[in-house]
């Protein structure tokens, strides 16, 4: 009896834990695993991937963290000039490419929940530090999670808190790009 007890206790906190992450392109999302582990994954995210690794960046994603990632969709990369993805992937452009990626990572593991805190906090609107050295805005409209890059595009958190062993990654619709 305690045995089987113990056993359906079990299978209802595993099937809760993995409730508790969201899908994303049509993969499961495991907070055991790492950013990278996780995005492999992912349908939607296949353009990330490949400028992740085309960047060099592979091994620090994979790293201790923790790390906020807010993650554009082949759809976002989509969006931008006709060529774009293919020039930034070129060897020739790599410093841009990982000004670009590091421009859509924080130094920190801050859920949708602690950054509409921080933008209430703020009056509105809330700066966010990227690892990129970039200076986005993070705000929230119609009850949506949304930043704007330092060219004025701005990005919608389609799926947040998507936890990972080493922090966070957020699907946004929009690539953003460092100020010119």
């Known amino acids: 009896m305690k045995f089987r007890l113990a056993t359906a206790i079990f299978a209802l906190t595993a099937g809760v834990a993995l409730a508790e992450n969201p899908m994303v392109g049509g993969a499961p999302m495991y907070d055991t695993k790492n950013i990278v582990e996780n995005a492999v994954n992912s349908k939607d995210h296949t353009t990330l991937v490949a400028a992740v690794q085309a960047a060099g960046l592979v091994e620090t994603l994979q790293g201790k963290g923790p790390f906020t990632v807010f993650a554009p969709t082949n759809e976002a990369f989509a969006k931008l000039p006709a060529g774009t993805v293919d020039t930034l992937l070129k060897p020739e452009n790599k410093d841009m490419l990982v000004k670009i990626l590091t421009c859509h990572v924080v130094a920190a593991d801050a ?53 990972q062993s080493n922090g966070v990654i957020h699907v946004i619709d929009t690539v953003l790009l460092p100020k010119m």
């Open 111 to 163: 859920m949708a929940k602690d950054i509409d805190k921080m933008i209430k906090d703020d009056g509105g609107k809330h700066t966010i530090k990227t690892v990129g050295g970039c200076e986005f805005t993070a705000m929230e409209k119609d009850g949506k999670l949304m930043i704007e890059d330092g060219q004025g595009n701005v990005a919608t958190v389609t799926i947040a808190d998507v936890k």
